[in-house]
Each structure stands twice: as structure tokens, then as C-alpha cells.
């Protein structure tokens, strides 16, 4: 069974420049999270779908930063414009029904760098 | 609150022991996990424990929970070059969110 797939791995862009990231969830997983994780610091949440619905988005900086997940299967994360701030991991995510709140499935990550 | 304290390295022989520890504290937490991540990757589920227990063991991974004090630990019996990584643990919260740690590097020497 494949795991969850996020693209890129790794992405280089300048400053002011817009950057998107794509994750595809475990087959029949309906929640999915994007976490950004900092050098040296633990996942934190991004936003929570629950199928298409996004369900906790309370710590997505909405002013720069959008996703969707329009048919509640792959998702997208953009940045735009992107900030030196921004270097980081973005973590996606995926748990299925009937699981207890903690048991998450991780992507290998895609690794932002902002110059 | 949802802060989850963790020192951050710990240096190993292979085949010793090792023991992680952490702090949480969110008192209301329902499962507490273990997580693993290896260089470059994402993380990995190790192991979790009900609130309700104080003690988890899964072949080399033993969890002690100390509900008192907010205290959860990992010891990893006889330690591998395959255990080197960063190990976070992580707590649910109210906000029914995973709130993780920071992180425990864990280098084994062969």
C-alpha cells in the first residue's frame, strides 16, 4: 500500500515568489493535515481536513498562505508571495475513520527554501 | 496549555539502553504518542498509551506514564544504529489537535 506522496521534495525560490506543494493521502484516508516544522522544532499545525472540509485552520496565515482540497482526496498548499520566514518542512498528513486522534500517517515532507 | 517539553540530545552505545523523556501539559490528554523521524524523512508512529495506563511495553519500546506529574518516557532496550533519529512525543489536546515536542536527537554509536 503507498504511503502518503508529497511533491516536491525539495523546492529553492526567491523571495516575493509564489511556491505550491501537493499531497496525496493513504487510499480511503478522509482527514488530512498540513504541518510546517521548523529547523530543530516539532510539527505544528497548519490546517485539518475532514474530506473536503477544512475543519481547523485557526493557525494558517491566511494572508499569505491558502489550501485546498477540493475533492476530498489530494490537497494543495501555496505560498504567496513567499518569505525569507518561510524556509521550512511541510509536512503533510493522513489518518483514517475510526482511528484515535493522534494516529497519523506522515509524508517524507517537502523542504522550502526561501533566499 | 499545549507545550510539550523535551531535552534535546542524547548519545548512546549500541546495545545499551536509552531513555527519552517528556512533559506535557494538558491534563485532559486521551493518548499520549511517540513519534519517530530518521533524516529526511517524515515521522513514523512508534507507540502510544492510554491516559488510564502507566505502563506500555512493544518488543524493545517500554512507555511509562506518570500522570502526577505530566511525565512520560520511552526506553528503548538494547539500542541499534537503526534507532538513531529524533524521537518527539505528542499529546491530543482539547482543540483535539497533535501537539508535538521538540524533539529528542538520539545518536547511536556503534
Known amino acids: 500500500e503507498a504511503g502518503v506522496v508529497q511533491s516536491p521534495r525539495y523546492k529553492i525560490i526567491e523571495k516575493k515568489q509564489p511556491v505550491a506543494f501537493w499531497c496525496n493521502p493513504i487510499?480511503?484516508?478522509?482527514?488530512l493535515y498540513w504541518y510546517l516544522q521548523n529547523l530543530g522544532q516539532g510539527p505544528e499545525l497548519l490546517i485539518r481536513?475532514?474530506?473536503?472540509?477544512?475543519?481547523?485552520d485557526s493557525q494558517l496565515p491566511k494572508d499569505r498562505f491558502s489550501a485546498e482540497r477540493l475533492k476530498g482526496v489530494d490537497s494543495t498548499l501555496k505560498i504567496q508571495p513567499a518569505e525569507l520566514g518561510d524556509s521550512a518542512v511541510y509536512l503533510c498528513?493522513?489518518?483514517?475513520?475510526?482511528?484515535?486522534?493522534?494516529?497519523?500517517?506522515f509524508g517524507e515532507g517537502s523542504r522550502l527554501t526561501v533566499l | 496549555g499545549e507545550d510539550v517539553e523535551q531535552s534535546l540530545f542524547l548519545s548512546v552505545r549500541e546495545g545499551d539502553s536509552s531513555v527519552i523523556n517528556c512533559t506535557y501539559t494538558?491534563?485532559?490528554?486521551?493518548?499520549l504518542y511517540w513519534y519517530k523521524q530518521e533524516p529526511g524523512a517524515g515521522l513514523q508512529l512508534l507507540t502510544y498509551?492510554?491516559?488510564?495506563?502507566d505502563m506500555k511495553q512493544d518488543q524493545r519500546l517500554t512507555v511509562l506514564l506518570n500522570k502526577k506529574d505530566k511525565h512520560l518516557s520511552l526506553r528503548i532496550a538494547d539500542t541499534q544504529t537503526g534507532d538513531s533519529a529524533i524521537y518527539f512525543c505528542?499529546?491530543?489536546?482539547?482543540?483535539?489537535?497533535?501537539?508535538f515536542g521538540k524533539g529528542n536527537q538520539v545518536v547511536v554509536i556503534p
Open positions: 494538558d491534563s485532559s490528554s486521551t493518548y
Open positions: 498509551i492510554f491516559s488510564n495506563m
Open positions: 481536513y475532514e474530506n473536503e472540509e477544512a475543519v481547523d
Open positions: 505528542a499529546e491530543t489536546t482539547r482543540r483535539n489537535r497533535l501537539a
Open positions: 498528513a493522513s489518518s483514517g475513520r475510526g482511528t484515535n486522534t493522534g494516529e497519523l500517517f
Open positions: 487510499s480511503g484516508h478522509n482527514t
